[in-house]
């Protein structure tokens, strides 16, 4: 079976009315300050929201996060996407799919599949093919209606992780080449999931990448025709 294949196998979670979002890109992209945006959007057409990271979440899951970003010695790719898939389908089954039960929910992930796919597939070198076999069994086939890819070149990533000044953890500690391979992985995953996945200019003004977000946004609902606001 081909990548584009087993792609197909992958649905968007079926709770009419209810949302599955994500956020996508490498460090420092934009992704927790344009989540809060849409957050505040969203609640403020009548929906609730609900906003999840990965890996975490759970309380198993933030254990998960705590051993991998805090970790001081090598983890092996091998261990890194069975660690994050762990994280992954604990978050689903404990929190994610009980509450797109409730109608007129949005759930929001800051990463999600296509982080694994970018990190240990592109940059960690797995390979496509060992992340998506890896996620056939459910709840890890499920996807967003849309991830948003805020895409930004390496070099502003490492301006905007500078002026924020804090400690590096695991990911953050790697090199120019880790970082382009990151940026090679996601072209691929937007290739791949085209629908799915709007790439979205994350190097512009805070305002300008929300605008274009929006815009997406109001498009969905207004598609699925549901606006608990009327
Ligand atoms: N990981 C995760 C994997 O390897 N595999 C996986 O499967 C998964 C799920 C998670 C790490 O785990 C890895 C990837 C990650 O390395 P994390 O702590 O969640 O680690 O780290 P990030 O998700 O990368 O979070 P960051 O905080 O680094 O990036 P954000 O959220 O994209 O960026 P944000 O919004 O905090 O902004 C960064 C800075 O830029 C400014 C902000 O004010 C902030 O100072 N900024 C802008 N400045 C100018 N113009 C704009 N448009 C700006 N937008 C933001």
Aim: proline share 6%; no cysteine; net charge negative.
């Amino acid at each position: 079976m081909t990548i584009e294949e087993i792609a197909k196998k992958f649905r968007p979670p079926a709770f009419p009315g209810s949302y599955f979002l994500s956020f996508e890109g490498i460090e420092g992209a934009g992704k927790s300050t344009q989540i809060l945006k849409a957050r505040d959007y969203l609640e403020e057409k009548g929906f609730r929201v609900l906003v999840l990271r990965e890996p975490g979440g759970t309380s198993f899951g933030e254990k998960l996060r705590q051993a991998i970003l805090n970790s001081q010695s090598p983890i092996h790719p091998v261990a890194e996407l069975h660690l994050f898939a762990s994280s992954r389908a604990q978050l689903l089954s404990e929190v994610t799919l009980k509450e797109l039960g409730i109608p007129n929910t949005v759930i929001i992930y800051d990463r999600y599949l296509d982080s694994t796919l970018a990190y240990q597939g592109s940059a960690r070198s797995l390979g496509f093919e060992a992340i998506l076999q890896s996620h056939t069994s459910f709840p890890l086939t499920l996807v967003p209606h849309l991830t948003f890819y805020l895409k930004i070149p390496v070099n502003l990533s490492h301006d905007r992780q500078k002026m924020r000044n804090a400690p590096k953890d695991y990911f953050e500690k790697q090199g120019q080449d880790f970082y382009q391979a990151l940026v090679d992985g996601y072209e691929k995953a937007s290739a791949l999931f085209p629908e799915r996945i709007l790439q979205v200019n994350g190097a512009q003004d805070v305002e300008d990448v929300f605008l274009d977000i929006k815009n997406h946004l109001d498009q969905l609902i207004l598609e699925n025709n549901s606006r608990p606001e009327n």
